[in-house]
């Protein structure tokens, strides 16, 4: 948050994150490469270079779909939230991979000529036109510059000083990278006979992809029109049963004007704030309550449930909002309080949470 | 494509960040804690880590760096 920057915020669950993370690809390549070599044997074995290549190639995309599949799993299951919250290092080391990948096939491909290897790249194939032919490596090498402007741009200096808005335009072009790559690998693995295999997994992969994200849409939509009752004596808005909520967890409101409010209980107590963090938006109302402080499931940013405020030597502030429990249901003013503003717990009549 | 076009795309790509190296560069040792008191006194890891992205953004960089240059006190 914004006391000095340090290279990379490392915390024990994110050293944790990021073993796994490493040993889960390095496991990958491994068995990638003892298994390719036990398949294609004698006349059919393939040479160090390629495996490697479709090793790291395939490690790549693999990751991508992950990272496309966490937002949306999260959002449909609490669960998947650990997931989330070191989505950062997981987007930096796929680019790292995909870099390797495309590296290699350049020197490999077009290293050995007299043409810069790059200018071969871009020449040696110029038939736009074919499907089975098509030149699909310079849609590898869209997708890899992409990835290089949201891994460089990934550390916390960027998201302050590039603008959240344009921050995040530069991150949503990981869709049309997405795109660019499954052309590339669907050209790829045609162009080079590996088979239908290929083809059946990138076919689950995209349909994992897009159903989630479906899934996910429609979930949202639901959720905003399931709740939004306005008492229409005081305007307060309903938000159902106290008892209702998990401890430590949230449910989420909208109001009238398309604002989202997170209703959080912790200790027997309710309190409600923004459901955007002041971070990079993330959606507060996903994340839970860690050490006593509401805490943002994007990137972990905390805020105390009392007063909306980051918690000592951090700065940052959220909006809060008035609470009150009337016959055992949570109503919220939906006039949002000046950012960081102390506001009264209200009590569940219930026992505390065990 | 054609080789001479290619030629001209990847010149120019290698200008821009031939540009963008020399800009970040300066901007990591120099500038960066002018744009954003949180640099202040940051370590060379951090500086390090923004390089790539400030080379290759080096035209928002220097814009921020002037507008920072105008009005020091923030
Ligand atoms: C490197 C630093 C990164 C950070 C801090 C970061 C953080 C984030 C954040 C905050 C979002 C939500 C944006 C929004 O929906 O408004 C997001 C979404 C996404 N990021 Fe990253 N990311 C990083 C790198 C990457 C990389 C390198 C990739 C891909 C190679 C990637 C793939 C994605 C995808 C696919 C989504 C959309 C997921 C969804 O719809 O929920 N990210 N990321
Ligand atoms: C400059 C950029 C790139 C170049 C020149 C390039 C080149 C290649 C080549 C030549 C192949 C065929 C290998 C073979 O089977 O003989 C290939 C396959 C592949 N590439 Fe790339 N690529 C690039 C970027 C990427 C990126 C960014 C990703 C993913 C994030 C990626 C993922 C893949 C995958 C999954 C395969 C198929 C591997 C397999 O057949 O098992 N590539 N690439
Ligand atoms: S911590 Fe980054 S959006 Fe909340």
């Given at each position: 948050m ?11 669950h ?15 390549i ?5 298994v ?45 939230l650990p ?7 997981l ?20 290293g ?40 460089a ?14 921050w ?23 162009q080079?006979g590996?088979?239908?295999s ?19 849409a ?13 008492n ?10 106290a ?28 309190s ?11 959606p507060?109302?996903?994340?839970k ?14 805020y105390?449930?009392?007063d909306g ?6 700065e ?6 008035q ?32 | ?28 040792i ?16 951090f500086?390090l880590?923004?390089?790539?992205g ?6 928002v ?14």
């Open positions: 914004s006391v000095g920057y340090t290279w990379v915020q490392w915390n024990r994110k050293r944790v994150y990021d073993a796994v993370m490493v040993a889960g690809a390095a496991a990958y491994a068995a990638f490469v003892v390719s070599r036990a398949t294609w044997t004698a006349d059919h074995a393939l040479s160090d270079e390629i495996l490697l290549l479709r090793a790291l190639g395939s490690c790549a995309i693999v990751l991508l779909h992950l990272i496309l599949c966490i937002g949306p799993l999260a959002r449909l299951d609490a669960r998947f997931l989330l919250y070191n989505r950062r290092h987007g930096v080391m796929t680019f790292l991979i995909a870099l390797t990948h495309g590296s290699l096939a350049v020197g490999y491909y077009h050995f000529g007299v043409l810069n290897p790059l200018v071969s790249l871009l020449t040696s194939n110029t038939n736009f036109l074919s499907l089975t032919a098509f030149p699909f490596q310079v849609l590898g090498l869209g997708a890899l510059i992409i990835m290089f402007l949201m891994a741009t990934s550390h916390d200096f960027w998201l302050r000083n590039l603008s959240a808005s344009t995040k335009r530069l991150h949503m072009l990981v869709y049309p990278a997405y795109v660019l790559l499954v052309a590339h690998v669907a050209l790829g693995a045609l080079n590996r088979g239908p290929a083809w059946i997994c990138l076919g689950l992969g995209v349909c994992l992809v897009v159903g989630l994200h479906l899934g996910g429609l979930r949202e939509l639901r959720r905003d029109r399931g709740h939004p009752v306005v229409p004596v005081e305007d307060w808005l309903d938000a159902g049963p008892a209702g909520i998990p401890a430590n967890r949230a449910r989420t409101v909208c109001t009238r004007g398309g604002e989202r409010i997170a209703v959080f209980r912790h200790d027997g107590k309710i409600a704030v923004t459901n955007v963090c002041a971070h990079q938006g993330g507060l109302g996903e994340g309550i860690l050490d006593g402080c509401i805490t943002c499931p994007w990137h972990g940013w905390q105390r449930p009392g405020r980051s918690p000592p030597p951090f940052e502030k959220i909006t809060t909002y609470v009150r429990i009337i016959g055992g249901r949570v109503q919220v003013n939906p006039r949002g309080l000046p950012p960081g503003t102390p506001v009264q717990p209200a009590l569940c009549e219930e026992s505390p949470d065990a | 494509m054609a080789i001479e076009t290619a030629r001209i795309i990847l010149f120019a790509a290698g200008a821009y960040l031939t540009i963008g190296v020399v800009v970040a560069a300066v901007f990591v120099a500038g960066v804690d002018s744009i954003d008191h949180a640099a202040k006194g940051s370590p060379w890891s500086r880590l923004i390089s790539p400030a080379a290759a953004l080096w035209p960089i220097l814009r921020r760096w002037i507008d920072a240059a105008r009005k020091p006190h923030r």
